[in-house]
Every structure is written in C-alpha cells, then in structure tokens.
C-alpha cells in the first residue's frame, strides 16, 4: 500500500514537472516572438531612414553632423546581436531621431516637403507599432519573469535552467518631457 502512495506522488510530481516545463517553454517562446515582433518594427524603421535622410540632406546640407549620427545610430541597430545590444542601439537611434526633428523645424520648406511629409508619417506609424511591440513584449516578459520566480516553478526552471529575460526599457532622455518653445 504504501508503495503505491509514494508511487502515486512520484506521478503527480513528475505531471507537474512537466506541465512546469511546458509552460516555461510556452512563454519563453512568447517572449521570443514578442522579441521578433520588435525587431521586424526597428528594421522597418531603420528602412525608412536612409530615405528620410536624403530628404533631409536636399534642405539640410550644413546638418551634416546630425545625420552622420543617425547613420551610424541605424548601423548600430542592424549590427546589434542581442536583444539587450539592440535595445540599447535603438535608445541612440530614438535620440538622434529626436535632434533630426529639432533640425527639421528651422526648415519650413522641408516640413511642407511632400516626399518629407510621407516619410515622417511612415516613421510615426513604424514608432507606433514599436510602441505596441514593446509592450506586448514586455508583459509577456512579466509573466514569463513571474512564472520563474514563484514557488514551486521556480525549483523547475532552476533544474531545467530557464533564466529571466530583460525588459524593454525607456531611455532615461526620452523620459523627459519635451520642451515646446514658439
């Protein structure tokens, strides 16, 4: 009989760690996609700089320094190899596209710009997306990171090695409130 009983436990824990195990998987591959979902956005966005750029250059010829960073704040995006390489890319390009669109202020013609006017509606609909992914990305990311640290799940993912991921976080510049002068 008691044979049985322990049996029975053995069962029940062995259910559980496997019913663990797939729930971890399940949400670290939700992470991963989340994950996917924003680097498609930040290479959607990094497509549409070169254009925005040349625009730019037409108007801007003196800006030189301004878009050389935003060149090399793109190269540092689709160079970035980890998730937390690209974050870190994506918060310099975000800044660097902040002081293009303080430039683009002191040219009134670029702004009525057709070509401009497309360009910068196709990056604020990229931005947007971005918006959206990361968030997606980062409450999968808190319920992956959750499952992880209660108990009992945390024993299982110790045993099979499941980590916390990292959350897509806010630059501390782009935290600040912008300042709006006329």
């Not at 609909?125 to 499952?147: A, C, G, H, M, P």
């Not at 640290?149 to 916390?164: C, D, L, W």
Request: aromatic content about 10%; overall charge negative; glycine content about 6%.
């Amino acid at each position: 009989m008691t044979g049985y009983i322990i049996l029975g436990i053995v069962v029940v824990l062995a259910l559980y760690a496997i019913s663990a195990y797939n729930g971890f998987v399940t949400l670290r591959n939700r992470v991963r996609n989340g994950w996917a979902q924003i680097d498609v956005q930040l290479k959607n966005r990094a497509d549409l700089i070169p254009n925005l750029v040349e625009t730019v250059k037409g108007y801007a010829r003196h800006e030189k320094e301004t878009l050389d960073h935003i060149v090399k704040a793109r190269s540092g995006v689709l160079s970035a190899n980890t998730p937390e390489e690209s974050m870190e890319a994506n918060d310099i390009l975000s800044q660097a596209l902040n002081r293009l669109m303080v430039v683009v202020e002191a040219y009134p013609d670029l702004k009525a710009n057709t070509n401009f006017l497309g360009l910068q509606g196709d990056l604020k609909d990229v931005e947007d997306k971005i918006r959206y992914s990361r968030q997606f990305y980062n409450d999968t990311v808190l319920k992956y990171n959750t499952k992880i640290e209660t108990f009992p799940n945390n024993i299982v993912a110790s045993i099979f090695g499941f980590k916390e991921e990292a959350f897509f976080r806010v630059d501390e510049g782009e935290r600040e409130v912008p300042r709006v002068q006329f």
